[in-house]
Structures are given as C-alpha cells and as structure tokens.
C-alpha cells in the first residue's frame, strides 16, 4: 500500500532556530500534499497545501513566513519551522494525495518541542 | 457552530462490547466522510471510507452515512484493547482533497 515517510519523528529545538520537516512518498507520486498541526487533545487542522512546483496555499491565520513550505519534487515536501518559539510546540502531521483509491495517506508524525 | 462536531470523550468499554462513535455536521457540500483511528504520537490511519448514505462493513466496523441528518457513526464490534486509541471522523467536498476533521473521540477498551 501507499506509504508516507515523516521524519524526523521527534526533535527538540532552542528558541530561534529554524527546523525542517521531510514528508516523502515512497512509492507513488503525490502531486499535493497537505501539513496539519495538532495540538495535545485537539484534532487536525490543516495549515497549508502543497502542489509540486508551485507556492502552498496557506489556511487564514497561518504565518507563510514562519512555516515555509516547499514541494520540490512529487515524492518530497519539507515544512521548516523557521525562529521557532516554545508556542510552536506542536504535533505537525503530512498527508499525500495519490497514493490511494481515494487520496489520502499520511505520514506518522513529528513531534516539535521549543525549549 | 463547527463544520464538524466530534464527542472527544473520553469513552471506557469493556472488552468485546460495540462501540458506537459518532459525527455531526453542518455544511452539506461534503460528500466523502472517513475514519481514522490514531495511536498515541502517530499519524491517523485510514479505517473506513464511505461517499453514499447507507451501511459500509468491513471486519468489525462499520460506517453508517445518514445525509439527510448529517450524521455519520463508526461502529466497532467485539471490541479489543488494541482498537484503544482515538478515532477521528474526516470528510471532504466534491472534488476537493481538503479534509476537515472531527476532533476525536478517545477510546479505552479495557481487558
């Protein structure tokens, strides 16, 4: 079946600092992909989608500057969490279209933590 | 009022009980609705997919789709301690890869 590679799973970061989150399609071509924040006993909310080879469209309320995403390629997308602060601690998720019947495969997870 | 409305629980059962969760919502453009089961610190993995009203089964689950009322359930039946985690209600529009989600319901199938 479709696969969706997130890593890493886990980081920690000072405040400041940038961090780049890799979504990968294993075997299939995602032509859009999509990146979620949750928060702890919250659902999905989506923050931005990506198509490869075009500028993501971001969610009202989603700082473009700040979670700069890019989709290089049909089987990559990196979210980078740039001057991050311990606010952006968060539970980020990516899903790819393409690799199912219907579209949706997502990726495990990475969990942000800014001390 | 929320596009969608989810019970986040949490819900305790005992082993081998039916589970019912369920999903409400308000915008009636959305026409494919879907579960996901998510583990602790994992990403949501897709349990059922269903576009039409009406029952879908597969295994132990089914997915009930009542347009009309806007309401969507999961049942689980024979419930195991491994089916513990939360379970997210998803749909989306024609056409339309965007997903809007519920926010969970936690369940804790107790041995």
């Known amino acids: 079946g479709a696969v969706v590679s997130q890593h890493p799973s886990w980081v920690i970061c000072k405040s400041g600092t940038s961090v780049k989150i890799e979504c990968r399609s294993l075997?299939?071509?995602?032509?859009?992909m999509f990146w979620y924040r949750q928060f702890p006993k919250q659902s999905l909310m989506l923050m931005a989608t990506?198509?490869?080879?075009?500028?993501?469209?971001?969610e009202q309320g989603v700082e473009k500057d700040k979670f700069l995403i890019n989709h290089a390629s049909l089987t990559l997308s990196t979210l980078t969490v740039t001057s991050a602060h311990p606010e952006d601690s968060s539970f980020y998720i990516c899903?790819?279209?393409?690799?199912?019947?219907?579209?949706?495969?997502f990726g495990s997870g990475t969990r942000l933590t800014v001390v | 009022q929320k596009e969608v409305e989810q019970d986040p629980g949490p819900l305790s059962v005992p082993e081998g009980a039916i589970v019912s969760l369920n999903c409400t919502y308000s915008?009636?453009?959305?026409?494919?609705f879907m579960w996901y089961r998510q583990y602790s610190r994992k990403g949501p993995e897709l349990l059922m997919y269903?576009?039409?009203?009406g029952n879908k089964e597969d295994g132990r689950f089914t997915a009930q789709v009542d347009k009309s009322s806007k309401y969507i359930s999961l049942f689980i039946r024979d419930s195991q301690p491994s089916d513990s985690a939360t379970y997210l209600c998803?749909?989306?529009?024609?056409?339309?890869?965007?997903?809007?989600f519920g926010k969970g319901t936690k369940l804790s199938v107790i041995p």
């Open positions: 269903t576009y039409s009203s």
């Open positions: 990506s198509n490869e080879g075009s500028k993501a469209t971001y």
């Open positions: 075997d299939f071509q995602a032509t859009t």
């Open positions: 899903s790819a279209a393409g690799g199912a019947d219907y579209g949706y495969t």
């Open positions: 915008n009636s453009a959305f026409q494919y």
């Open positions: 998803a749909m989306s529009k024609a056409g339309s890869y965007q997903l809007t």
